[in-house]
C-alpha cells in the first residue's frame, strides 16, 4: 500500500466519523443571507454563492462581481451601494482586486472602510475575503504573507473577521503541490472555488466543513482533502 492510498483511507475514515456529525448539524445550521462583492475571483465556476449554498442550502446568496472591479469601483457603483443599503443581507463578503491589498494598501483600507460603514448601518457583518498569491504577482510583492499579513491588519483595524482563503490555498498547495487551484492569472480553477467554499463556511457558519456530503463533483478523495484543510486553516 503506498502514501497516498493510506491517506486516502485516513481521509475516509475521518469523513465516516463526521458525517454523522454534519448530517445533524447541517440542518440545524442558522439560516443566512449572505452577499458576495468582488470580481471575477467571485464569479468564476457558478460562483461562491452557488457553491456556499450547496455547504448550507437552508440560507440565501448572491453576488455582485463585474470582472475587474475593485473595493473602489464598488464603492463608486449604485448597483452595489443599493444591494448594501438594502438591509436585506446577515453578511457582506468584501474582495478586494487581488494585488490592491499589498499594492495599493491605502486605497484597499479607505473603501474597505467606507463599504463596512454602510454594510455595519444596514444591520449586516462584513467579512474580509483574503485571496491568494498569484503567479504573475509574486514579482511585485503580492505573496500569500503579505496579503495575510495585510488583510489580518485590516480586519483588526476594522473590528471585523477575514476568511483566510489565501492561506488555505497555501496550506494545500504545500500537502499536495500538483494540485491545480488557480490559473497563471490567478482565477480559480473548481477545486479552489470549493476550497474558498469550505473556508466561508466554516467563518460564517463557525462550523467544520468536513464531513460536508457536498463534493461539487470534485471526487470523495479530493473534496474531503480540501475540506479538511479549510478547517485545519481556520482550526476547526
Given at each position: 500500500m503506498n502514501h497516498y492510498s493510506k491517506k486516502s483511507i485516513l481521509f475516509l475514515i475521518l469523513a465516516l466519523i463526521l458525517a454523522s456529525c454534519s448530517s445533524i448539524s447541517?440542518?440545524?445550521?442558522p439560516s443566512k443571507k449572505i452577499l458576495f462583492i468582488g470580481?471575477?475571483?467571485?464569479?468564476?465556476?457558478?460562483?461562491?454563492?452557488?457553491?456556499?449554498?450547496?455547504?448550507?442550502?437552508?440560507?440565501?446568496?448572491?453576488?455582485?462581481?463585474?470582472?475587474?472591479?475593485?473595493?473602489?469601483?464598488?464603492?463608486?457603483?449604485?448597483?452595489?451601494?443599493?444591494a448594501i443599503r438594502s438591509g436585506e443581507w446577515d453578511v457582506v463578503v468584501l474582495q478586494e482586486q487581488s494585488q490592491i491589498p499589498v499594492s495599493d494598501y491605502k486605497a484597499f483600507a479607505e473603501y474597505a472602510q467606507k463599504l463596512n460603514t454602510e454594510i455595519k448601518a444596514a444591520g449586516a457583518e462584513t467579512?474580509?475575503?483574503?485571496?491568494?498569491?498569484?503567479?504573475?504577482?509574486?514579482?511585485?510583492?503580492?505573496?500569500?504573507?503579505a496579503l495575510n499579513n495585510n488583510y489580518i491588519y485590516l480586519g483588526q483595524q476594522l473590528g471585523?473577521?477575514?476568511?483566510?482563503?489565501?492561506?488555505?490555498?497555501?496550506?494545500?498547495?504545500?500537502?499536495?503541490p500538483s494540485l491545480q487551484l488557480y490559473s497563471e492569472d490567478?482565477?480559480?480553477?473548481?477545486?479552489?472555488t470549493y476550497l474558498a467554499a469550505a473556508v466561508f463556511y466554516g467563518v460564517i457558519f463557525d462550523q467544520s466543513p468536513v464531513g460536508n456530503n457536498y463534493t461539487a463533483k470534485l471526487g470523495n478523495d479530493d473534496a474531503l482533502f480540501l475540506q479538511t484543510i479549510a478547517a485545519q486553516t481556520l482550526g476547526k
Open positions: 447541517g440542518p440545524n445550521l470580481n471575477s475571483y467571485t464569479d468564476f465556476n457558478k460562483g461562491l454563492d452557488y457553491h456556499l449554498l450547496k455547504f448550507a442550502p437552508n440560507s440565501d446568496a448572491a453576488r455582485i462581481s463585474p470582472g475587474g472591479y475593485t473595493l473602489q469601483n464598488h464603492w463608486e457603483d449604485a448597483n452595489t451601494l443599493e467579512i474580509l475575503f483574503m485571496t491568494w498569491e498569484r503567479p504573475d504577482s509574486v514579482q511585485y510583492g503580492v505573496t500569500t504573507q471585523i473577521k477575514v476568511a483566510p482563503v489565501g492561506l488555505a490555498f497555501a496550506n494545500a498547495l504545500r500537502e499536495r490567478g482565477h480559480p480553477t473548481p477545486q479552489g
